[in-house]
């Protein structure tokens, strides 16, 4: 059975057809998931949540795009709402808990494993997002921009902007 | 740290950035079966769509139906289109050999206004703080445009690939400008901006609307 009938067997509740299409993407997605929010709890949390609506959307999935295309998409939403939000609290935190978090927090300098994982996390969604997915998950510039709904070459500007301020942010560190 | 040294880095980002564990497949599966197969209302209804805004869509329906009606050149109205705006809209409603242009034009025209008015809304945001009651009139205006994106995502508008991706990013755009509220504008303003940057979705807005008017 293919991708396609395998979609409408979905369609038709068939939970067998919709385990067969999970296996074919599901390692993928929790990958990607992982990769973008650095936590394995959240990266399931995240599967989860793009199969579900996935699922739950099949019907409207008219395959302009091919469906792992349409899932990633899904998976990379998910990921950068809930990251949005992440960033929303943390700057409701108030000072005086900003405060006790700084004095508690150990003082150490960072290796250098600590410090990419810190450079990476402050580049802008657009440009960590491209970042993670070509130089780290493998994905193509066509992918990418058919995931992201953007021009290659914005994709193409984005890993390049994304490349330059890594090596700015990691130029003083010294091992 | 020299070129080929972050050369380096770059290439072991693979192994040394979030390198996932095993996936767990099977227990990911559990609640994914449970969730959708198990749970009939999750496969007919997408998640968050409360009653109450299936009533609002409903009623959102109504008012574009009656625009596309009011569009709708005269001397071209489609026969048998019935009372339902849906049935106005959608062409494969239509009997065998009905005049489906009129239609076609009508819902270029809505579609296009959707647009011009949703770029309108996104170029006008300020960039840093607000007031209250200007976050109040954003939020408003966001509202209104979220109901209509999700009718465009479901409708035969959504048949063109680019327009129908460009209305995903639109509706999480607007989701957040809907949320505005006063004091903590500036936060989430920035969100805002930053989600309007990644899908870079002013010019893909601006080249849409440039094609629906060429059309």
């Known amino acids: 059975m293919n991708e396609t009938q395998l979609i409408a067997q979905v369609i038709a509740g068939d939970r067998l057809a919709g385990r067969a299409l999970y296996d074919m993407h599901a390692s993928r997605v929790y990958s990607l998931a992982y990769r973008l929010s650095g936590d394995a709890e959240k990266a399931r949390e995240f599967t989860q949540d793009t199969f579900i609506r996935a699922f739950s959307r099949l019907p409207q999935f008219r395959g302009d795009a091919a469906f792992s295309t349409w899932l990633h998409r899904i998976v990379v939403t998910i990921v950068s709402n809930a ?8 700057r409701e935190v108030s000072l005086e808990e900003a405060h006790s978090i700084e004095v508690t927090a150990p003082e150490a300098d960072p290796d250098l494993k600590e410090c990419i994982a ?28 058919g995931i992201l709904g953007v021009p290659e070459g914005t994709c193409k500007s984005r890993l390049s902007a994304a490349r330059a301020q890594l090596r ?6 010294k091992e | 740290m020299d070129e080929n040294r972050f050369d380096e880095v770059l290439r072991d980002l693979p192994q040394s950035f979030h390198n996932p564990p095993e996936p767990p497949l099977d227990e990911m599966w559990g609640v994914i079966e449970d969730a959708h197969f198990n749970s009939p209302a999750s496969v007919s209804r997408p998640r968050g769509m409360s009653s109450r805004a299936s009533w609002l869509a409903a009623a959102a329906a109504l008012v574009i139906g009656i625009g596309i009606g009011r569009y709708a ?17 959608s062409n494969e409603s239509l009997p065998p050999g009905a005049d489906t242009s009129a ?23 300020p960039a840093k703080d607000s007031s209250s009651n200007a976050d109040a009139t954003f939020a408003g205006k966001a509202a209104d445009l979220l109901v209509t994106t999700r009718l465009l995502m479901d ?28 004091g903590k504008s500036k936060e989430d303003l920035d969100l805002i901006h930053q989600a309007v940057e990644q899908g870079d979705v002013l010019s893909r807005l601006n080249t849409a609307v440039t094609t629906q008017s060429s059309e």
Not at chain 1, 83 to 90: G, K, Y
Request: glycine residues 6%; hydrophobic residues 45%; negative net charge.
């Open chain 1, 168 to 173: 700015n942010d990691l130029a003083a560190f």
């Open chain 2, 73 to 89: 050149p005269l001397g071209r109205t489609v026969e048998g289109a019935g009372a339902s705006p849906f049935a106005v809209v």
């Open chain 2, 155 to 182: 409708s035969p508008a959504a048949q063109d690939p680019k327009l129908r991706s460009l209305l995903e990013d639109l509706e999480l755009v607007l989701v957040q400008v809907a949320r505005l509220r006063g």
């Open chain 1, 83 to 90: 990251r949005r939000s992440e960033i929303r609290f943390a």
């Open chain 2, 103 to 125: 239609v076609g034009d009508a819902y270029r025209d809505q579609t296009s206004r959707y647009l011009g008015q949703a770029a309108a809304l996104l170029i006008s945001l």
């Open chain 1, 118 to 145: 810190r450079a990476v996390e402050n580049l802008s969604d657009a440009y960590r997002t491209t970042l993670i997915m070509h130089d780290i998950e493998g994905y193509t510039h066509a992918e990418i921009a």
